[in-house]
């Protein structure tokens, strides 16, 4: 246990440290080039430990068809980019006023049931295709509504967009880590016992704690370096942790659903202390359109 706290914590600090150090990045540079790495990264990388996951109940799987359309969904939310959409050429740069992402999820849908049809037949129709379109929209979907919450401008703050997707990290990580610690210090009522049995209500409690936390350490941040404000009001980061620390727990609790199904304990072993891709992105995956909901309708 102190051997996993210790990758915990060391590994942790270093991937936070990588994409803080990114977003700032975005931010001097008004640029959007960071989350857009990150996010595909996430995307490809993620798809495939899902993949890997959906195996053991989906054998055949169809894998890429689902990555691809997953990574293109973060790809074309891009082309919200004036500036990117304004660089590219003719028909290309046109595409940006259309509903991409909508043609992309039906052409994604078109490759995965062809390839079943072709391969694999009716065996296991239902299984293998609704696996890869679970897939998609878990992770293709809610990563490239939050490349668009990056996009998110205001008058006079064009870099809104980049301080939110701060703000909604820090809001659901760190209601992760507060309900990580919570629990091993005051857990003692089970939270989802036949889901995790490791999450408590005590747990849950703290979450609020660093969602909340998260969200007015982003203000606190921007007003110490003179920036705008990424919200309008003051009671605003609090909506946003009391909304979005929950549903960070849900993403987690929704993760460990399909990790119990599949019989494992981790979705990989790619990150030491945490277990795999999946484990680290899960409290963001729920909360991610919401959390661009929010953007939207609270200027």
Known sequence: MRVELRNRLLFGTIIAAAVVGGLISDLARGSHVAVLVLGVLGVALGSLEYARL???????????PMVVTSVAL?????????AISSSLP??????????VELVTIGLGLAWVVLEQMFRHGTERFFANVGAAMLGLVYLGVSFSLLMDLALLGAPGNPGRGTQLTLAFL??????????YFGGRAFGRHKLAPRISPGKTWEGFAASFVGAIGGAYMVCAISAAT??????AGWWQPAVWG?????????GDLAESCMKRDAAVKDSGAAVPGFGGIL???DALILAAPVAYLLGVVLP
């Open 54 to 64: 959906a195996r053991t109940l989906a054998a055949q799987i169809p894998v890429l």
């Open 170 to 179: 820090a809001t659901v990580k760190l209601g992760d880590v507060c309900a």
């Open 74 to 82: 973060v790809l074309e939310a891009a082309l919200h980019d004036p």
């Open 242 to 250: 009391l909304v979005l620390g929950p549903l960070g727990v849900a």
């Open 226 to 231: 003179g920036a705008q404000q990424p919200f």
């Open 279 to 281: 484990d680290i992105l």
């Open 90 to 99: 003719g028909a290309a740069g046109r595409l940006a006023g259309f509903p």
